[in-house]
Nanobody
């Protein structure tokens, strides 16, 4: 199964983006999913979690601004990012856990 994040782009501070995570190579449900990000020169960090029933959890720095959701019919997980800040600039990845192979991320750039 290959996971691919998409939806990144360039946005001004205070703006919004919605990232999508899709799985290919298997008909199985996309299952639980985590969002991670890696800013230039930094280690990859965990950002958000969404379980199969929609239970979510977030790193403190994005609480109240980011919302993970899922559409099981489309086998897709989303990350709605509002009130974006320059420090949110990073490549964003979706993955089941940090030990699984990494798929293609999507670059989010927030200008000040």
């Amino acid at each position: 199964v290959q996971l691919q994040a998409s939806g990144g782009g360039l946005v001004q501070a205070g703006g919004s983006l919605r990232l999508s995570c899709t799985a290919s190579g298997s008909a199985a449900s996309i299952g639980v999913m985590n969002w991670y990000r890696q800013a230039p020169g930094n280690q990859r960090e965990w950002v958000a979690y969404i379980g199969t029933t929609g239970l979510t959890n977030y790193v403190d720095s994005v609480k109240g601004r980011f919302t993970a959701s899922r559409d099981n019919a489309k086998n897709t997980v989303y990350l709605q990012m509002n009130s974006l800040r320059p420090e949110d600039t990073a490549v964003y990845y979706c993955n089941r856990n940090s030990a699984a192979p990494w798929g293609q991320g999507t670059l989010v750039t927030v200008s000040s």
